[in-house]
């Protein structure tokens, strides 16, 4: 959500320092007696391969893949913002937001996949008639997806919750509109257990003064079961749902109804059929609110916000990071931020037992802000604080670990890309970092499908310097394309199966890509 707020203070349990690096001493130790017990159990001659296969593992072990990407329109006319992120099973990336025209200001909900370097494999814009947004994608069991977001009609000042399930091409299956007030919005999604899908956002008078919490609940084919309202005699709204170990819901987002005053944190618990289980709220005598929740490991949760409640009549937001038990009793409550403004947007549990974070920050990085990421551990204490971004305005709306380690967050940027605002993809290593620092292009390069059959094709828009080479370092292939086209076409059919890597070298930049052959 494009940014409406603030300004900021103090520094407090933050830290932006150079994280540590991965020790690959440590790992060499451990393979060289790895070969050791080897040798002296197996027969000389096959110590060669079992070298070669091992040093081929570690390697992997020791590398992750990181990019940088925008994901812009051609013709400059739209801004496009990131929402949400998942990791595919393909160990490609989905990404839902919606494009926003310059002039008119119409948007339309946008649907994003790429492979696993963050090549654009497919882009997608729905109900182009209509003003569209996209606010939470997952894959589903199907290999499909499923989004929720909102739609808005072009001749009231009125919206509905907008349901979308697509196939694996991003091809439209079915789309089930919801409808409780004037003013209804999906802010998240989820499948659940059986196989059907619950919805949380908010319902809304059209004046904004009364709003409950929403919770829908669907089959798989999008018809309704049951709704749910949740909420008091004003505002209340709710950004993200999870299901949780005992098949109920959590549900995080803020409350102007209860608390201690002004807008507080608002979680609740349900069962699987919606019935409130509990509520709590959580937050000072000002503005606080959490966007991100997920349970924990202990069977409690973790949620992450901002707040300008405790810091010192400043009105500068921190980012907000609450531990509870399983009944929502608070266990600890951290405050990171600096000299200005940082708030938290999303949040991910990751496999050291400490969490991950995302967000932005006008006191570290660029002028405008950055996008903020935040490793933290089981205590909340800061292990590292990373930003990313240029000298335009760049944020971070969501955050996942992925299967190697790594993180993927999605947001926009206005500091790259098509000259305005577009689509920001960034995938860093397990330690924060990108291995390879280089401005990030509007996909410049793209290298698809991954992995590929018969036909692989190279995406770029200038004169390239094409190459493949096997895992021997033998370059099997080369050809020099001086782009008419933005598309060019390799008949791969003759290869072995295995993985090589594409090396690709324009005027303007230079990439190596990893794929395979099957």
């Not at 409130?276 to 959490?290: L, V």
Request: hydrophobic fraction near 30%.
């Amino acid at each position: 959500m494009p940014p409406f707020l603030f300004h900021r203070k103090r520094i407090d349990n933050i830290k932006i320092n150079k994280p540590k690096k991965r020790n690959e001493q440590d790992a060499a130790r451990i393979i060289f007696k790895t070969l050791v017990a080897i040798i002296r159990n197996c027969k000389m001659k096959k110590v060669l391969i079992i070298i070669i296969v091992i040093a081929l593992k570690s390697s992997f072990l020791l590398s992750q893949v990181t990019f940088e990407k925008t994901y812009g329109n051609e013709l400059n006319e739209y801004h496009e913002y990131g929402v949400s992120v998942q990791q595919t099973s393909d160990n490609g990336y989905i990404i839902t937001g919606y494009s926003q025209h310059q002039v008119t200001l119409n948007r339309n909900a946008l649907m994003v996949k790429t492979d696993a370097y963050g090549n654009l494999i497919w882009k997608k814009h729905y109900d182009n008639s209509q003003n569209t947004r996209g606010n939470c994608v997952q894959e589903t069991t199907d290999g499909g997806f499923i989004s929720v977001g909102y739609i808005e009609n072009p001749f009231s000042d009125s919206s509905n919750v907008y349901v979308t399930k697509l196939d694996n091409m991003g091809d439209t299956l079915w789309t089930k509109i919801f409808s409780n007030d004037i003013k209804d919005r999906g802010m998240s999604i989820r499948q659940t257990i059986e196989g059907g899908y619950i919805i949380t956002g908010f319902t809304c008078d059209s004046m904004w003064y009364d709003c409950d919490v929403y919770l829908i609940k669907i089959n798989s084919i999008g018809e309704m079961e049951w709704y749910k309202t949740i909420g008091g005699l004003e505002r209340d709204q709710a950004y993200c749902i999870e299901q949780t170990s005992d098949n109920g819901f959590i549900i995080i987002g803020s409350t102007f109804s209860f608390g201690n005053g002004g807008r507080d944190i608002y979680l609740i618990k349900t069962n699987e059929n919606g019935d409130t289980s509990f509520t709590k709220t959580y937050g000072g005598f000002n503005t606080d609110n959490a966007y991100s929740i997920k349970q924990t490991s202990d069977g409690g949760y973790i949620l992450v916000g901002e707040t300008i409640s405790f810091d010192q009549g400043q009105n500068y937001y921190d980012v907000y990071l609450i531990k509870t038990d399983e009944v929502g009793d608070t266990l600890w409550t951290k405050r990171y931020g600096g000299e200005q403004w940082e708030v938290g947007r999303s949040i991910d549990l990751t496999d050291d037992g400490g969490y991950i974070i995302t967000g932005h920050t006008e006191s570290y990085g660029g002028s405008t802000g950055n996008v903020l990421v935040m490793k933290t551990d089981c205590s909340g204490d800061t292990l590292w604080t990373q930003t990313f971004g240029g000298n335009g305005f760049d944020w971070g709306n969501s955050v996942q670990q992925t299967s190697d380690g790594g993180f993927i967050i999605a947001g926009y940027s206005s500091s790259f890309g098509n000259n305005n605002i577009d689509m920001y993809l960034i995938k860093i290593n397990g330690q924060g970092t990108l291995d390879i620092h280089r401005n990030p292009t509007t996909d410049e390069f793209g290298v698809f499908p991954n992995p590929a059959n018969n036909i692989l094709h190279i995406k770029t828009c200038d004169n390239t310097k094409i190459e493949i080479i096997n895992l021997t370092g033998r370059v099997i292939y080369n050809t020099n394309v001086n782009c008419k086209t933005d598309l060019f076409s390799i008949d791969i059919s003759g290869y072995s199966k295995g993985l090589y890597l594409v090396k690709l070298v324009s005027e303007k930049n230079s990439t190596i890509e990893k794929i395979i052959i099957k």
